[in-house]
């Protein structure tokens, strides 16, 4: 049988779905899509009575020639590649999933087994990327037994090659296709170049802010190499791989620079404010209202008669708040390393917008990362420092950052003419 290549983080392995550990969240609250296959199996079930039960909570679109469903009003679906049929869940009044059983699991799965469930039941929350002639996967953090994994664990996240059998890796990979900016040939050096973005963010010798301006100039010299054309660019590539690699020339050359940068509160808050303020209705639905509530408490933000706010006095509140932020930064330091490790696979950071430069997508990374830390901060000061508290944050944030491309859109338009890393690092860290 054909195997697949994959490089994964070594949780993925570890991983096993269990919805009453988390509600079945990824069971409610959104379109649970159907297969083709998947729904014409449904159709064949015996006796024709359960069948025919099944296929009632499916609902059919004929404009669309899709069975789509609406959980909320501002779902909307899009057949992305204009052939293939997607069948959706109708759910029930609580937008839950009807087949989902008082103890938060498939009910389809525990009467028919596991070759029942749809490629999307099948494979969430893991996300496989075609990598050249590899395959990268990883889980999103919008799934909380996922998020519990990775998030708390005290070692530096791990990562392994696996060989996938080819009935997993069809059904099970949910492939999406990754075209990087270079030949299939130069992917190897692309995944050599994510292990050593990896290995910077898992320098646990320097402050996670150290680590991040590294990481900035390590990809402004990557970009200066990438795409890969000739055997030179390639022994260039090579170099600045086992430089950046190496912790005696990070020590050596990397922290005086990192050291070099200056921390400006006002100039931080005005930046951060700026964009959270144009982002905050798509940030600020009612999951995240609790963890909004709490920056603007810890921060003073208060709007005056005129919903005006003002800068000069967050600013100062933040400033007073630097012991409390330094003891966090260290309490939360792998917790905060995790995140961002993640994220960053996951995410296929920074040829994630591959119509911008590795310079700006590490921006709008580095913004977003910003924004996290700083709602993390604000949610533990304010006492929500539970396991519970922190994941449920994580979920709404990582649901909103993953699946509104609104904001991302909006990171941009504030970014536009921007591509100075070595200011927005001066600005940020």
């Given at each position: 049988?054909?195997?697949?290549?994959?490089?994964?983080?070594?949780?993925?392995?570890?991983?096993?779905?269990?919805?009453?550990?988390?509600?079945?969240?990824?069971?409610?609250?959104?379109?649970?899509?159907?297969?083709?296959?998947?729904?014409?199996?449904y159709?064949?079930?015996?006796?024709?009575?359960?069948?025919?039960?099944?296929?009632?909570?499916f609902?059919?679109?004929?404009?669309?020639n899709?069975?789509?469903?609406?959980?909320?009003?501002?779902?909307?679906?899009?057949?992305?590649?204009?052939?293939?049929?997607?069948?959706?869940?109708?759910?029930?009044?609580k937008?839950?999933?009807?087949?989902?059983?008082?103890?938060?699991?498939?009910?389809?799965?525990?009467?028919?087994?596991?070759e029942?469930?749809?490629?999307?039941?099948?494979?969430?929350?893991?996300?496989?990327?075609?990598?050249?002639?590899?395959?990268?996967?990883?889980?999103?953090?919008?799934?909380?037994?996922?998020?519990e994994?990775?998030?708390?664990?005290?070692?530096?996240?791990?990562?392994?090659?696996?060989?996938?059998?080819?009935?997993?890796?069809?059904?099970?990979?949910?492939?999406?296709?990754?075209?990087?900016?270079?030949?299939?040939?130069?992917?190897?050096?692309?995944?050599?170049?994510?292990?050593?973005?990896?290995?910077?963010?898992?320098?646990r010798k320097?402050s996670?802010?150290q680590?991040?301006?590294?990481?900035?100039?390590?990809?402004?010299?990557?970009?200066?190499?990438?795409?890969?054309?000739?055997?030179?660019?390639?022994?260039n590539?090579?170099?600045?791989?086992?430089?950046?690699?190496?912790?005696?020339?990070?020590?050596?050359?990397?922290?005086?620079?990192a050291?070099?940068?200056?921390?400006?509160?006002?100039?931080?808050?005005?930046?951060?404010?700026?964009?959270?303020?144009?982002?905050?209705?798509?940030?600020?639905?009612?999951?995240?209202?609790?963890?909004?509530?709490?920056?603007?408490?810890?921060?003073g933000?208060?709007?005056?008669?005129?919903s005006?706010?003002?800068?000069?006095?967050?600013?100062?509140?933040?400033?007073?708040l630097?012991?409390?932020?330094?003891?966090?930064?260290e309490?939360?330091?792998?917790f905060?390393e995790?995140?961002?490790?993640?994220n960053?696979?996951?995410?296929?950071?920074?040829?994630?917008?591959r119509?911008?430069?590795?310079?700006?997508?590490?921006?709008?990374?580095?913004?977003?990362?910003?924004?996290?830390?700083?709602?993390?901060?604000?949610?533990?000061?304010?006492?929500l420092?539970?396991?519970?508290?922190?994941?449920?944050m994580?979920?709404?944030f990582?649901?909103k950052?993953?699946?509104?491309?609104?904001?991302?859109?909006?990171?941009?338009?504030?970014?536009?003419?921007?591509?100075d890393?070595?200011?927005?690092?001066?600005?940020?860290?």
């Amino acid at each position: 049988m054909k195997k697949f290549l994959y490089f994964q983080p070594e949780y993925v392995s570890r991983f096993k779905c269990d919805g009453s550990k988390c509600s079945a969240r990824c069971c409610k609250g959104w379109t649970i899509e159907i297969d083709a296959a998947t729904y014409k199996k449904y159709s064949r079930i015996k006796p024709k009575e359960k069948a025919k039960e099944i296929l009632s909570h499916f609902k059919f679109d004929p404009k669309k020639n899709l069975y789509v469903v609406r959980l909320d009003q501002t779902f909307s679906f899009e057949n992305l590649d204009g052939e293939q049929k997607v069948f959706s869940i109708n759910p029930d009044k609580k937008f839950s999933c009807p087949f989902l059983t008082e103890k938060k699991l498939c009910g389809l799965q525990l009467e028919y087994g596991e070759e029942f469930l749809s490629q999307t039941c099948a494979t969430y929350p893991r996300i496989t990327y075609n990598f050249g002639k590899f395959f990268e996967r990883s889980l999103t953090l919008s799934c909380p037994v996922a998020a519990e994994i990775i998030l708390f664990s005290e070692e530096p996240l791990a990562f392994e090659f696996v060989e996938v059998l080819e009935k997993i890796h069809g059904k099970h990979g949910r492939i999406r296709i990754l075209k990087l900016p270079t030949n299939e040939d130069a992917a190897e050096l692309i995944r050599e170049a994510q292990v050593t973005m990896i290995s910077i963010l898992q320098a646990r010798k320097f402050s996670l802010d150290q680590r991040l301006i590294v990481l900035g100039f390590f990809l402004d010299k990557l970009g200066e190499i990438l795409p890969v054309k000739d055997e030179a660019a390639r022994d260039n590539l090579l170099d600045l791989i086992a430089a950046y690699r190496s912790e005696e020339f990070l020590t050596r050359e990397m922290l005086p620079l990192a050291q070099s940068i200056d921390f400006d509160a006002h100039r931080f808050i005005l930046f951060m404010m700026n964009f959270i303020g144009y982002t905050l209705e798509i940030l600020r639905v009612e999951e995240g209202r609790k963890f909004f509530a709490a920056l603007e408490k810890v921060l003073g933000i208060k709007p005056d008669e005129n919903s005006l706010v003002s800068v000069d006095e967050i600013a100062a509140n933040f400033d007073r708040l630097a012991d409390a932020r330094k003891i966090f930064s260290e309490k939360y330091s792998t917790f905060l390393e995790n995140y961002l490790v993640s994220n960053l696979f996951r995410g296929v950071w920074p040829w994630r917008f591959r119509d911008h430069s590795l310079t700006k997508n590490f921006i709008i990374f580095l913004i977003s990362y910003k924004i996290f830390e700083l709602i993390t901060f604000a949610t533990v000061h304010d006492g929500l420092d539970s396991k519970e508290d922190l994941l449920a944050m994580v979920d709404w944030f990582m649901t909103k950052t993953d699946h509104d491309q609104r904001l991302y859109k909006r990171f941009f338009e504030l970014l536009a003419g921007v591509d100075d890393t070595y200011l927005l690092m001066a600005t940020l860290l």
